[in-house]
């Protein structure tokens, strides 16, 4: 009885987070509180035990989603070509730096009082991307001389110039030209960027 309690509240804590993550990247950081517990399917007091304040709502939200992109590199990698994983996990970057965007107001407040966090989240993120390329690298089919740290760079970029342009299907036409700069001409002929689309 007890372990299935506990399943019920990890599954509604996962449902706030995923319902929180889609808010923010729609409305930003001042979404609805009781739209968002709505939407989970849980009351507004279940909320606020979980998250007494909406800074907490937001760190939440951050980390769970750095988590999220930062561990699906490795399934990415186990079940796709590698073009295909990159060009996949790019285009999971870009909806990631948009739920990031709609916490923007609230979140250089959280990251200073919340030590290391930065640097984990930038960690966590730099060796998704590292196992990306190593596993192109070994098949032959993505550059070797390029660096997670230049890809996370190129990918700021591009969500940050297509966040401006308030044009998503410019970050999707943006994130194929960074994946076919990084593809071998072994790996040309692959069409994982493209395919992704």
Known sequence: MGSSL???AQANHDRLLEVAARAFAREGADASLKAIASEAGVGIGTLYRR???REDLIEATYRAETTRLADSAR????T??????LAAWMAD???YMRTKRGMAEALPAILATREGLRLRSREALGEAV???LRHGAAAGVLRSDVTAREVLMALGGITMIS???EDPALAARLVGLLVDGLVTARGAGTGG????E
């Open 6 to 8: 506990r399943a019920d």
């Open 51 to 53: 998250f007494p304040a």
């Open 75 to 78: 399934t990415l990698v186990a």
């Open 80 to 85: 796709r070509p590698p073009v295909e994983a």
């Open 93 to 95: 970057f870009v909806a």
């Open 130 to 132: 590292a196992t990306l």
């Open 163 to 165: 966040g401006h342009e």
């Open 193 to 196: 960027a493209r395919g992704s």
